[in-house]
């Protein structure tokens, strides 16, 4: 099976930009998906496909690709953004599994 | 609005079984792929297995095949997931999530959830 690797943790001030990455193998072939889960909440989709928020998330939220990384960027980062969030992409291994990254605990300073 | 609802989970001894359901509304249920995506407490998500509109194709992470069996019942819009031979490291709140594509493995992603249902496996 393919593997997805996150930072565990990242920090960000309030109203500065970061970058969440994700990376592996299944990156090459496939696009990320990103998801935010606050604590006792299930998670939200926030990005999907080459880069599309599904309605009700704020444009702050974009992301991108590159060979085998994904990128979840908060452009502005606010406190209600302090959440875990997961990357997710079909496997590439011919399993025809769903794979996820360990998730990345974001702190808003 | 979307709505999934998740139910059957509790506590459990080890080597028993449980069926959790999910019951879907707001949406064509039989228009979508579902998906049961488990999270061990403390720890991240989990792809548990995935089923596709018309129950012709399925898939199981390789921690559960040959123990747990995804199904769903489109005429009363639910989803469920048998679990037998549980085992400790089963431990989880198991979510219900749709998929936007007919097909489990086509999309890859889940762009609703339930608010999930706790299953704990201990003697």
């Known amino acids: 099976s393919s593997e997805l690797t996150q930072d565990p943790a990242v920090s960000v001030a309030l109203g500065q930009t970061v970058r969440i990455t994700c990376q592996g193998d299944?990156?090459?072939?496939?696009?990320a998906s990103w998801y935010q889960q606050k604590p006792g909440q299930a998670p939200v989709l926030v990005i999907y496909?080459?880069?599309n928020r599904p309605s009700g998330i704020p444009d702050r939220f974009s992301g991108s690709s590159s060979g085998n990384t994904a990128s979840l960027t908060i452009t502005g980062a606010q406190a209600e953004d302090e959440a875990d969030y997961y990357c997710?992409?079909?496997?590439?291994?011919?399993?025809?599994?769903?794979?996820f990254g360990g998730g990345t605990k974001l702190t808003v300073l | 609005e979307v709505q999934l609802v998740e139910s059957g989970g509790g506590l459990v001894q080890p080597g028993r079984s449980l069926r959790l359901s999910c019951a879907a509304s707001?949406?064509?249920?039989?228009?979508?792929?579902m998906h049961w995506v488990r999270q061990a407490p403390g720890k991240g998500l989990e792809w548990v297995s995935g089923?596709?509109?018309?129950?012709?194709?399925?898939g199981y992470a390789d921690s559960v095949k040959g123990r747990f069996t995804i199904s769903r019942d489109n005429a009363k819009n639910s989803l469920y997931l048998q679990m037998n031979s549980l085992r400790a490291e089963d431990t989880a709140l198991y979510y219900c999530?749709?998929?936007?594509?007919?097909?489990?493995?086509?999309?890859?992603?889940?762009?609703?959830w339930g608010q999930g249902t706790l299953v704990t496996v201990s003697s």
């Open positions: 999530a749709k998929d936007p594509a007919k097909d489990y493995d086509s999309s890859g992603y889940f762009d609703y």
């Open positions: 707001g949406f064509t249920f039989d228009d979508y792929a």
């Open positions: 089923i596709s509109w018309n129950s012709g194709s399925i």
């Open positions: 299944s990156l090459r072939s496939y696009y």
């Open positions: 496909g080459k880069n």
């Open positions: 997710n992409s079909r496997d590439s291994s011919g399993n025809r599994h769903v794979v």
